[in-house]
T-cell receptor, first 117, second 115 residues
Framework: AQKITQTQPGMFVQEKEAVTLDCTYDTSDPSYGLFWYKQPSSGEMIFLIYQGSYDQQNATEGRYSLNFQKARKSANLVISASQLGDSAMYFCAMREGSLQGAQKLVFGQGTRLTINP | EPEVTQTPSHQVTQMGQEVILRCVPISNHLYFYWYRQILGQKVEFLVSFYNNEISEKSEIFDDQFSVERPDGSNFTLKIRSTKLEDSAMYFC?????????????FGPGTRLLVL
């Protein structure tokens, strides 16, 4: 079974609009972390935002916020006031467990976001 | 701001040749990872490394792969005899735990092409 599902292969949005990228996850571990990374066409992976499973509040980082709905197992990324530079591939990822150690990330298939001028 | 660096940025090699991909993790990080991304596909975990030994490896990480931290700063991935299907972007990542939080920071990647 897929641990991370991103159902939108591509999205097109007008500049300055807000956009929501969907991510659902599957885990039986009560402790986990959810991440969003941005991958521009140059290929690097840029960390955007993190949400811990026990965090009471939705994470925010500048124009990025994470709409965390634990009961629905969803962790959607919201980008407010989109800019042309937001055009990129976006990956949702999950780390299971919160015991310190080297714990792998499991990634979704990604959503390609295109911002139109 | 400190960042993970990787060299080379691109490598082209012949099938059967050995390649070594190099990474310099962020200096106070303790956990190190290699991931790969075949063109157009999602990022896949290869191996994690802590305290000079492998913590976990995926089924992709077979006997052709090895990792090393030879000098306390570099972290290398060696592919002994490359295959066509090893062509991919290889990412190194490093992390440190702060309480119950850990964020993995990725390097810019090495794009490997096996001919």
């Amino acid at each position: 079974a897929q641990k991370i599902t991103q159902t939108q292969p591509g999205m097109f949005v007008q500049e300055k609009e807000a956009v929501t990228l969907d991510c659902t996850y599957d885990t039986s571990d009560p402790s986990y972390g959810l991440f969003w990374y941005k991958q521009p066409s140059s290929g690097e992976m840029i960390f955007l935002i993190y949400q811990g499973s026990y965090d009471q509040q939705n994470a925010t980082e500048g124009r990025y916020s994470l709409n965390f709905q634990k009961a629905r197992k969803s962790a959607n990324l919201v980008i407010s006031a989109s800019q042309l530079g937001d055009s990129a591939m976006y990956f949702c990822a999950m780390r299971e467990g919160s015991l310190q150690g080297a714990q792998k990330l499991v990634f979704g298939q990604g959503t390609r976001l295109t911002i139109n001028p | 701001e400190p960042e993970v660096t990787q060299t080379p940025s691109h490598q082209v090699t012949q099938m059967g040749q050995e390649v070594i991909l190099r990474c310099v993790p962020i200096s106070n990080h303790l956990y190190f990872y290699w991931y790969r991304q075949i063109l157009g596909q999602k990022v896949e975990f290869l191996v994690s490394f802590y305290n000079n030994e492998i913590s976990e490896k995926s089924e992709i990480f077979d006997d052709q792969f090895s990792v090393e931290r030879p000098d306390g700063s570099n972290f290398t991935l060696k592919i002994r005899s490359t295959k066509l299907e090893d062509s991919a972007m290889y990412f190194c990542a490093s992390s440190v735990w702060r309480g119950t939080e850990e964020t993995q920071y990725f390097g810019p990647g090495t794009r490997l092409l096996v001919l």
